[in-house]
């Protein structure tokens, strides 16, 4: 048997070396863990969960019905003031989606003088009257809020005393109008009305009236 040569001695050793290189590295590496998972997936995890969690509230928000006015649709009767003639209560009840009752308590006047048993408190100017129309309602536009315009036919009472004396009349009106209504808050309405009326015995006058009212 032939002795081996240094070459083949050193060939020995660098092999060996290596070996031992390898099963030291495999020895320090730490063992897997299933933990190590989470380092991996998590990043690709949150992502899924963000897009089904926005896929989701797109969904729930996209099935809701636009906010819109509900006077005339959800809200049907409504109270409320007007100014100008008459100066009162008013109030309006919705028959079907373009038809609707508007009705008014009117009242004001002025007084002078003093009262005494020689000057009855009377002396002065008060006015009442009460208002009942049936309207005809359409859109004109329809965005954030909605306008619609009005015409209607109805009547009017009045009732009137002025110093000493009384009066009363009793009329037919045509009153014409603009209706403003929000999406934010839904259950207002601002008009603005004109109203042509004819008068027994007293002849023509012209009201005008700008109101709001409340819906319930």
Sequence with gaps: ????????????????RLALDVALHKKRRAPFRPDD?????????????FTCLASALLGIVASQPAQATEVGYGRNFGLGFELGDPTGFVGK???????????GIGFWGYAWGYCNEHNP??????????????L???????????LDWHIGAGARALVWNYGNSSYAA???????GLDLMFNNPNFVEIFFELAPALYIPFGFNIEAGLGARFYF
Excluded at 136 to 146: C, F, H
Aim: net charge positive; hydrophobic share 40%; proline share 4%.
């Design 37 to 49: 998972l989470r380092v991996h997936f998590w990043p690709m995890r949150r992502k899924l969960v």
């Design 93 to 103: 009840y919705w028959v079907s989606k373009t038809n609707a009752l508007d009705f």
């Design 170 to 176: 009793i009329g037919g009106r045509m009153p014409v």
């Design 136 to 146: 005809w309602q359409s859109n004109l536009v329809k965005s954030t809020a909605q």
């Design 1 to 16: 048997m032939n002795p081996l040569s240094r070459q083949d001695w050193l060939e020995i050793h660098s092999r060996a």
């Design 121 to 134: 408190c009377n002396a002065g100017y008060q006015n009442y009257s009460f208002h009942l129309d049936y």
